[in-house]
């Protein structure tokens, strides 16, 4: 698997583990991350056999330099502990877990996996799709430095359940940009809920149009088809690539040596324009190191 500095997550899709064909099909798309589902696309009787596949296709060493995570079954279930140990064991970059309610559910995860080998690299992923954690959000993301907590997913159809609430978009606004604002102020990633319809491109290119906007990395998906979508909006456009290397260029000049605010191409440009126009490059360039 390619090692980069910066780790694109504009396309995480979802494949149910308990599907052989999904999880072969899964070794030639372009999604950043691929997500082998141990949870809601896998029925009881098959918990098992998924967990085995799983496992499996993270060994294999088929899957290129795609990151790959394991959306385990959640704390109160039989499956857990057994989940989460092969995964590890596995070498899954990142380990989901749903239902998360509380920073303690972090602390716990994170010992466990220190517990099942402290050499591991696998981090911890958050499902945040419960009540309890919109409650809770700066008290788990503050654990971000501290733990293996790295990335929040939001969960808005469980959370539209938990509500008992219609399955609107528009309800979700305000825990939207809390939510990036608490995964921001601890540098942790945060990825938009899925778009239920994969046959409205339309509909999940408003999404991924409005989660860009307000911040967001990347989505989670549902269906190789949503892919080309994700990609291309959650990557940077020419056009801000331009504007982000003149930036960068501008400071490096020995002219503008030392000061905190500069005239780039008409427009006055501090400090923080180009920690984010670096951040930028940065995006681009690892993106174009995937070779999608």
């Known amino acids: 698997m390619t090692q980069l500095k910066f780790r694109p997550r504009r396309s995480c899709l979802y494949m149910p583990a308990s599907n052989e064909r999904a999880l072969e099909k899964a070794k030639s798309l372009a999604a950043d991350t691929i997500i082998f589902d141990l949870e809601d696309a896998v029925a009881p009787d098959a918990k098992e056999a998924a967990r085995e596949q799983a496992c499996a296709a993270l060994q294999s060493g088929e899957y290129g330099d795609r990151e790959l995570v394991v959306r385990i079954n959640a704390m109160d279930t039989p499956w857990f502990a057994r989940d989460l140990k092969q995964a590890c064991l596995s070498q899954a970059d990142a380990i989901l877990v749903p239902k998360i309610l509380s920073a303690d559910d972090i602390i716990q995860i994170s010992r466990s996996i220190d517990e099942i080998g402290t050499d591991l ?12 954690a919109i409650l809770n959000l700066g008290d788990i993301a503050a654990l971000g430095p501290n733990t293996r907590l790295t990335c929040f997913v939001m969960g808005f159809n469980d959370l539209a359940k938990e509500m008992r609430a219609q399955h609107d978009r528009s ?3 305000p825990v939207m940009t809390q939510a990036v604002i608490a995964a921001r102020a601890y540098g942790i990633n945060i990825i938009d809920s899925v778009y239920n319809d994969f046959n409205d491109p339309d509909g999940l290119e408003r999404e991924c149009l409005e989660a860009r906007k307000l911040g967001f990395d990347g989505k989670s998906l549902i269906h190789p088809v949503q892919i080309e979508t994700a990609n291309r909006i959650f990557a940077p456009d020419a056009e801000a ?5 003149a930036i960068i260029a501008a400071f490096k000049d020995p002219v503008n040596a030392g000061k905190g605010v500069i005239v780039v191409d008409g427009k006055m440009t501090e400090l923080l324009h180009l920690k984010q126009a670096k951040q930028l490059v940065e995006t681009a360039e690892a993106i ?4 999608k």
């Open 241 to 245: 690539i331009a504007e982000a290397e």
């Open 288 to 291: 174009a190191a995937l070779g």
């Open 171 to 173: 309800i979700f606004g």
């Open 121 to 132: 690299t696998t981090r911890l992923w958050a499902m945040i799709e419960m009540p309890q």
